[in-house]
Nanobody
Framework: QVQLEESGGGSVQAGGSLRLSCAASGYTFSSNYVAWFRQAPGKEREGVAVIYPGSGTTYYRDSVKGRFTISRDNAKNTVALQMNSLKPEDTAMYYC??????????????????WGQGTQVTVSS
């Protein structure tokens, strides 16, 4: 049984930083597509960043490029999202998502089979 667990959310002021972490059981991050999504109240869930299996190629949504970094620790089997220069519009519930097989559109929630319970990020102005 695959389980994903996020940690590291919290409340910060604009310009601050947070580091989210996702740990897995029954699943190997290095062999699969792993992404971070977020969902604000009343809005659709949106892809924030993805890290590809093997090579570790990464992609980001435009609004977070240069501020967020997704990374993977193969030894610990964790995926992190370092978030710097946070803005109030980054406020959302953040989810770790893991694929099963090839992911055709990394930012589409339907491409991922496994989800964590989410961790709240709140950025105040």
């Amino acid at each position: 049984q695959v389980q994903l667990e996020e940690s590291g959310g919290g409340s910060v002021q604009a310009g601050g930083s947070l580091r989210l972490s996702c740990a897995a059981s029954g699943y190997t991050f290095s062999s699969n597509y792993v992404a971070w999504f977020r969902q604000a109240p009343g809005k659709e869930r949106e892809g924030v960043a993805v890290i590809y299996p093997g090579s570790g190629t990464t992609y980001y949504r435009d609004s977070v490029k240069g501020r967020f970094t997704i990374s993977r620790d193969n030894a610990k089997n964790t995926v992190a999202l370092q978030m710097n220069s946070l803005k109030p519009e980054d406020t959302a519930m953040y989810y770790c998502a893991a694929g099963r097989g090839y992911v055709f559109g990394w930012a589409r929630p339907g491409e991922y089979s496994y989800w964590g319970q989410g961790t709240q990020v709140t950025v105040s102005s």
